[in-house]
């Protein structure tokens, strides 16, 4: 990249064996923090504002990151209407919250200013990912600006060669061929956000990679501080909301042991919802004087009431071991699960975990009906698509429906990852699949639910998946000061609010398909983690069980809603005589029938239908318009041209060949019309096939029984001339030999 001007300052790394190259000072001057983040040819610009006054009223970090994909990056230009990128992509949402979700615990506790991260895509050489320059550089930029910030942090890709060997850093290419592809990000000290979709890795190959991914990113860290050292500028003084002590301490003392008296007698959500509700509102009505007026701020007081209710479920489970519904820290909720919910569905799965629940609905399509992708991702198309639906009713609120939200687009892509790895290849099952999951019910650990629940759904539908997928998110309560903690499996709506950790796990009984973890501390350490990964697999193991009990394996039948597919290969060459003109020829073939049919470039043929006689017809109008002539072979045909020398008889679609008058009959004849005529369907024999492709036939070696090698022997002694026939071009006919793509016949 050349510099525009001399202010710009340039640093690089090593990651892996990959040169990391970052610079500032050069493009975005009015931002507050500006950097560009290259590798290969892949570069992204990031910027990082705050505004200049904290958000008053609110009582969270307001962070915004932004992926802006812009497709000149890859030379491209957007397939849509108007030739201009609209709504993100569901990729750029995922990069936007990966990148989220490793810098938002970074930040000062109180600290209430809107901070916005955007991140543009400059260039793309489909090589190098741009998450992990994405999120290098949303921390490189926050690290140099003057915006309160507890970094650095930096990312990388981790991948597992098919010989087992880590590759840290990998190219899209390598991935390609990996079993592994982990996202992790982390500070000096810990790693605090991880992304996986892997193929049944084990626990203790997935902690060894997690660990490498840690010890790589140590050099972009570094850098970063080097950065901050020579182009940061100074952090700004800021506002920290917090409750003045004096009133902190009267609230205090009125709440007392009552929020621990309300949590260990209530079990259930709703419950302990209304009894949480009961107590503020005796709470708020107690600090409020005869004329209605609040003795302090609503704020406050809403603070130091939400930070008791923090404080006194952590301390239990911390100090006894008591989580808000009784269980033990390894224990799960109770377990239904149930298939073939929907009658006119493919397939279908309900999974229930206390009172979480989902239904997912598996369809079954065409490969014709895989999603086009018009982003800057190396896939073109997707064949398993999964998607994740949270209705309000599924918490009991009420709001608007405006589509899917950012979360709900992560949690399917989770779902999705998790199942991807054990979806059957193209050629052992060539259906498009696509698997909603609707969440009916949640209190915690809905994305689980959804992988447990598609599992079920997809083996209803008859789809040969490798090995079934069940999942679990594990929690974590944590003591800096006393260094206790607490690792939780299947954790609820309010441990996953108030916890420390959600740490989903995913995968068969074999190995992990897909991890996600965020925390709100600053990292964890290896052993917080092995500690988790194991509990994960005693509950995944448990859940697989009961799973397993309602359907053990995928159903042999398919539903009769389902079309059945039959896969015909024919030689490439002649995939423009199957479509014909302007697709004149297949669409013939698809309205005779009633199937519907995809032509892919290497040749194979997908038909699918519901109506099995309509598909096997069609099967076999494919197999003869694209069938090559083969000697030895006997063929009806129909007379299509007499000559004195001979007729000439079409055994295939648009493909005639040549029988010499000598070889119509098992006599001598003295005129080709006193055996056949124009339209007439006799039977033959192909005896030879020349190096032009003139085909020669022989009536005669039907009616005498004889192999191939004797008509062929009595076909060359009674030849004069007139040349074999061919494929039929338009009325006419080419003694030449046979073309390549086919030709409407008038």
Wanted: proline fraction near 5%; glycine fraction near 10%.
């Amino acid at each position: 990249m050349s510099m525009l001007d001399g202010q710009a300052k340039r640093f690089s790394a090593m990651l892996g064996d990959k040169e990391i190259i970052i610079e500032t000072g050069n493009l975005a001057s009015l931002a507050d923090g500006a950097v560009t983040v290259r590798m290969g040819d892949s570069m992204v610009l990031v910027t990082a504002v705050a505004s200049k006054e904290p958000r008053e009223g609110i009582s969270f970090f307001p962070l915004t990151v932004d992926f802006e994909e812009r497709l000149y990056a890859a030379g491209r230009i957007p397939g849509s209407y108007f030739r201009r990128e609209g709504r993100p992509t569901e990729s750029a949402i995922l990069l936007s919250r990966l990148v989220d979700r490793a810098l938002r615990p970074l930040f000062p506790e109180g600290y209430r200013n809107d901070v916005q991260v955007i991140i543009t895509a400059l260039s793309s050489d489909g090589e190098h990912p741009l998450d992990t320059l994405a999120a290098i550089g949303a921390s490189a930029a926050l690290t140099i600006s003057s915006i309160p910030f507890l970094g650095p942090i930096a990312n990388v890709h981790i991948g597992l060669s098919p010989e087992g060997e880590f590759i840290v850093n990998p190219t899209r290419s390598e991935l390609g061929t990996s079993r592994l592809d982990l996202r992790v990000s982390g500070t000096q000290d810990s790693i605090n956000m991880v992304e996986c979709a892997s193929d049944e890795v084990d626990e203790e190959t997935m902690l060894a990679a997690l660990q490498l991914a840690h010890q790589s990113i140590q050099p972009l860290i570094e850098l970063q501080q080097q950065i901050r050292v020579e182009a940061g500028k100074a952090k700004v003084e800021y506002k920290v909301f917090r409750v003045p002590e004096e009133i902190e301490t009267e609230l205090k003392a009125w709440l007392g042991d009552k929020v621990e008296q309300v949590i260990r007698s209530t079990r259930g959500k709703e419950e302990r919802a209304a009894a949480i509700e009961a107590l503020r509102e005796e709470y708020m009505a107690a600090f409020t004087d005869e004329t209605g007026t609040p003795r302090f701020a609503a704020s406050d007081m809403k603070e130091v009431f939400e930070e008791a209710v923090k404080h006194t479920v952590r301390e239990l489970i911390l100090s006894e071991g008591e989580r808000p519904d009784g269980r033990q820290p390894n224990e799960i909720r109770p377990i239904r699960a149930a298939v073939d919910i929907s009658p006119r569905a493919h397939g279908s799965g309900l999974f229930t975990r206390g009172e979480t629940q989902v239904l997912s609905i598996a369809t079954l399509g065409t490969i014709g009906e895989e999603q086009n992708l018009d982003d800057l991702g190396p896939a073109e198309t997707k064949r398993y698509i999964h998607h994740y639906n949270f209705p309000p009713f599924s918490t009991g609120e009420t709001y608007p429906l405006r589509g899917p939200r950012r979360r709900e687009i992560g949690h399917g892509a989770l779902a999705e990852a998790a199942l991807r790895a054990m979806i059957p290849s193209e050629d052992d099952f060539p259906y498009t699949i696509r698997v909603v999951s609707e969440v009916l019910s949640s209190n915690g650990s809905t994305s689980m639910a959804s992988v447990c629940a598609s599992t079920l759904a997809l083996m209803d539908a008859g789809v040969p998946i490798k090995a079934p997928v069940g999942g679990i998110a594990m929690g974590l309560v944590t003591d800096e000061e006393s260094g206790r903690y607490q690792v939780l499996t299947d954790i609820q709506g309010m441990e996953d609010h108030l916890g420390d950790m959600d740490f989903k796990v995913a995968g068969t009984e074999q190995g992990i398909t897909a991890l996600q973890m965020d925390i709100k501390v600053k990292g964890l350490n290896p052993d917080v983690l092995r500690r988790a990964l194991a509990q994960a697999r005693e509950a995944r193991l448990f859940i697989l069980e009961k799973m397993l009990d309602v359907i053990s394996e995928p159903r042999e039948e398919m539903s009769p809603y389902a079309p059945r597919i039959i896969t015909v290969h024919i030689e490439p060459s002649k995939i423009g005589k199957l479509i014909g003109p302007g697709g004149k020829t297949i669409r013939s073939i698809q309205e005779e029938t009633g199937v519907k049919i995809d032509v892919e470039d290497s040749g194979a043929v997908y038909i699918a239908s519901t109506n099995g006689a309509g598909a096997t017809r069609a099967r076999e109008m494919v197999e003869a318009l694209t069938a090559e002539a083969e000697i030895g072979r006997i063929y009806t045909g129909r007379v299509v041209r007499i000559e004195p020398f001979g007729a000439f008889v079409e055994i295939l679609p648009g493909v005639d060949g040549l029988v010499h008058i000598s070889q119509l009959a098992d006599y001598r004849v003295a005129s080709v019309e006193d055996v056949v005529k124009v339209g007439d369907e006799i039977m033959v024999m192909v005896t030879d096939i020349d190096s032009q492709g003139k085909i020669r036939l022989s009536r005669q070696a039907v009616l005498e029984g004889w192999t191939a090698e004797e008509a062929r022997e009595a076909d060359r002694g009674g030849r004069r001339g007139g040349g074999g026939g061919s494929e039929r071009r338009g009325g006419g006919r080419s003694e030449g030999g046979r073309r390549g793509g086919g030709r409407d016949r008038r």
